[in-house]
């Protein structure tokens, strides 16, 4: 089972300012992996997939990169409503699918 | 628009059995799997298993095999996960989820909130 790993855990960013999270995966997952972010009593929602393609609806600010082992996902310029929980999610390997543990987002 | 529509929440005592449902909305029911994701309380998210409903194929994660059963019924348009004998630690947010390819989750639910206690 691949294990994906996320950091930070939390990320305390002011409005306006650029974000970077990261994930790793235990081993290579190429660039079959995906981003999801989680606001507060909401179902998750697909950010990205193929490690950079940005899901239908989904703004500009939002970009991911990486391929192999080591992932980024960027918010250029955060906004108030992207407080949230992001995961990553492996998709190389299944089953079993795997996430991340998850970095939460709070506004400064 | 596609939705994947479930029951908000069910309560149940420890021993009870178990099934909870998701019906798919907006598109063509059998050109995409369907997949279970559990959220414990205050936790992450754990990928359970995945059905075809075409032909019922369907993957499990080995945390979850042999603890659930996940079916569909595609005359109805609609999936299921089934537990025969709830425990206390199954108590968790149960979202449905459709996956292009079975893999990239683009719809979810809005989650069955399922109680165990006594």
């Known amino acids: 089972e691949i294990v994906m790993t996320q950091s930070p855990a939390t990320l305390s960013v002011s409005p306006g300012e650029r974000v970077t999270l990261s994930c790793r995966a235990s081993q290579s997952v190429s660039n079959s992996l995906a981003w999801y972010q989680q606001k507060a009593g909401q179902a998750p929602r697909l950010l990205i997939y193929?490690?950079?393609t940005r899901a239908t609806g989904i703004p500009a600010r939002f970009s991911g990169s990486g391929s192999g082992t080591e992932f980024t996902l960027t918010i250029s310029s955060l906004q108030s409503e992207d407080l949230a929980v992001y995961y990553c999610?492996?998709?190389?390997?299944?089953?079993?699918?795997?996430f991340g543990g998850g970095t939460k987002v709070e506004i400064k | 628009e596609v939705q994947l529509v479930q029951p908000g929440a069910v309560v149940k005592k420890p021993g009870e059995s178990l099934k909870i449902s998701c019906k798919g909305f907006?598109?063509?029911?059998?050109?995409?799997?369907i997949g279970w994701v559990r959220q414990m309380p205050g936790k992450g998210l754990d990928w359970m298993g995945t059905?075809?409903?075409?032909?019922?194929?369907?993957r499990y994660s080995p945390s979850f095999q042999g603890q659930v059963t996940i079916s569909a019924d595609k005359s109805i348009s609609t999936a299921y996960l089934q537990w025969t004998s709830l425990e206390a630690s199954d108590t968790a947010m149960y979202y449905c989820a459709r996956g292009q390819a079975a893999t990239i989750i683009d719809s979810w639910g809005q989650g069955t909130l399922v109680t165990v206690s006594s």
């Open positions: 059905i075809f409903p075409a032909d019922s194929d369907t």
């Open positions: 999610q492996q998709y190389k390997n299944w089953p079993p699918l795997t």
């Open positions: 907006g598109y063509i029911f059998t050109d995409y799997w």
């Open positions: 193929a490690a950079s």
